[in-house]
């Protein structure tokens, strides 16, 4: 499996006076480009697979999978969702979605916990919110 670089942040004075002076849009743009690339790359470490592979499975050259994850070309919407089909995992995934997640998931700890009987559910002293405590 081929290891990524982390890149370093390097401050090179002018090339951060360019960057300060990009219009907010661009400077998301480029932000949440990258993110997707991470994301990709994240995942196909996770799934230990070679960008070889990914590319023969998105019928795609190397070459061609290399630029579309490099953070730097615009991805539709269609490649997205092939790539997260292929890899089986979510590249993008909404902040509603996220919130949904966490809460089934708490849901879920405190079932359990209840079931264990090693938990006990006190209030939180001065406010209407309940907390699950060790016992």
Request: hydrophobic share 40%; net charge positive.
């Amino acid at each position: 499996m081929k290891k990524f670089k982390k890149v370093a942040t390097v401050n090179i004075p002018e090339v951060q006076e360019i960057l300060n002076s990009l219009p907010k849009e661009n400077k998301k743009y480029v932000s949440k480009s990258m993110d997707i690339a991470q994301q990709i790359h994240l995942l196909l470490e996770e799934k230990d697979m070679l960008q070889k592979d990914f590319a023969e499975k998105l019928n795609k050259t190397e070459a061609e999978v290399s630029k579309l994850i490099s953070g730097t070309h615009n991805l539709t919407m269609r490649t997205i969702t092939r790539m997260e089909t292929i890899l089986d995992a979510d590249i993008l995934v909404p902040p509603f979605r996220i919130k949904q997640n966490a809460l089934r998931y708490l849901g879920e700890i405190y079932r359990a916990a209840v079931k264990k009987d090693d938990c006990k559910v006190v209030q939180l002293e001065g406010q209407n919110q309940n907390i699950l405590q060790a016992v």
